[in-house]
C-alpha cells in the first residue's frame, strides 16, 4: 500500500498565498508522477498540475503564472506553491501519486483531500 497525506490547506483572502505540501511513504519502488487535482462544489475534478519524476511538469491554463509544483524525490513529496489566489481556487485539492511498489505492481493513490478556500 501507498498512502499520501496532504497539508497545507486553508482560508486565505483574494491575492494570497499558501503552499499545500503531500508527502508519499509505504511500499514505493519509484515514483513515476506526481501531481495535485482539484473539486469545486458541483463540479467535476480538474488536473491543476503535474511533475515527473525528471521535473517535467504541466498545468491547468488557468494557474498558469500562479501556482508552481515542484517535488523532492528524495523525501517522496510534492509541493504546490499557489500566489495570487482567487475565488474560483476554492475547490478540495487532492494530491496523486503514481509509481511502481516494491516488490510487484503498480499504484495510483490518492490522498484524503485538503480544503482551500479564497474569500475575503
Known amino acids: 500500500q501507498v498512502q499520501l497525506v496532504e497539508s497545507g490547506g486553508g482560508l486565505v483572502q483574494p491575492g494570497g498565498s499558501l503552499k499545500l505540501s503531500c508527502a508519499a511513504s509505504?511500499?514505493?519502488?519509484?515514483?513515476?508522477?506526481m501531481g495535485w487535482y482539484r473539486q469545486a462544489p458541483g463540479k467535476e475534478r480538474e488536473l491543476v498540475a503535474v511533475?515527473?519524476?525528471?521535473?517535467?511538469?504541466n498545468y491547468l491554463d488557468s494557474v498558469k503564472g500562479r501556482f508552481t509544483i515542484s517535488r523532492d524525490n528524495a523525501k517522496n513529496t510534492v509541493y504546490l506553491q499557489m500566489n495570487s489566489l482567487k475565488p474560483e481556487d476554492t475547490a478540495v485539492y487532492y494530491c496523486?501519486?503514481?509509481?511502481?511498489?516494491?516488490?510487484?505492481?503498480?499504484?495510483?493513490?490518492w490522498g484524503q483531500g485538503t480544503q482551500v478556500t479564497v474569500s475575503s
Open positions: 511533475i515527473t519524476s525528471g521535473g517535467i511538469t
Open positions: 509505504g511500499s514505493i519502488f519509484t515514483i513515476n508522477t
Open positions: 496523486n501519486a503514481k509509481g511502481i511498489k516494491t516488490g510487484w505492481g503498480r499504484f495510483d493513490s
